[in-house]
């Protein structure tokens, strides 16, 4: 008879090790590190672009960007002002914490503040593997449709802020509001939650005062 789930267990632990280590590598330099996650096309590098332009000059950014394929991600943050460096998962739907010490490794972590980690885009398996980063952000998007938090509660369930982003689309898209946040708020109760487009611009400063907050409580923080 096969074994399969000590397997899988025994994977998710080894991955929790090095997530710790990673957890301990961000505290020692006190950098806060935001895993985003999000489907594809949700915004999650319309978001980083946006949060890099504003804050530019008030913290030091750095993005990793995870992807299957390709470095347009990687190329967008760095051109939006960021140190950017692209992780290829070659297939992988999921960043995992082995790959983030890898990108790590190639950081100046004593001169940044601020680390956004840009996960591969589904609402799967990200959810099921720990970075070491300190707060999971979740990117829902207006087109997607109101019914997703109830078809993906692993995902809406483990994080800690919701954006709803490209509400410039509401008029548009036959999303219904109070449908999705009931759906969320069966799930996650209180969750910190922006409604924003990135697109526009309208919600980012609420979004950029949580950032600023964030990453002021970590600098404050004990290693
Ligand atoms: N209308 C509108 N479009 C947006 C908004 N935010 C992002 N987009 C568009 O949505 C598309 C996808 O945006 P990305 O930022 O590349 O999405 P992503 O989540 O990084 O996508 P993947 O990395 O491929 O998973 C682009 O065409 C963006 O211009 C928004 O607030 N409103
Ligand atoms: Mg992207």
Known sequence: MTRRIPVIEDILSANDRLADENRGRLNEA?????????????????????????????????????????????????????TAIQINTGGECHLDAIMVQGALQQLDLAHLDLLMVENVGNLICPAAFRLGTHRN??????????????????????????????????????????RFQKGVEQLNPGVTTFALSCRTGEGLPAWLGWVEAAVADRRRARA
């Open 137 to 178: 952000v979740l990117i829902a998007s207006v087109p997607e449709g109101d019914d997703k938090p109830y078809k993906y509660p692993g995902m809406y369930r483990g994080v800690d802020v919701l954006l709803i982003n490209k509400v410039d689309l509401l008029p548009y898209v036959a999303f219904d509001m109070a």
């Open 30 to 82: 006190r950098v806060l590190g935001l895993n985003l996650m999000a489907s594809p096309g949700a915004g999650k590098t319309s978001l980083i672009e946006q949060t890099v332009r504003a804050l530019t000059g008030r913290l030091r950014l750095a993005v990793i960007d995870g992807d299957i394929a390709t470095s347009l991600d990687a190329d967008r943050a760095a051109a939006a002002g960021a």
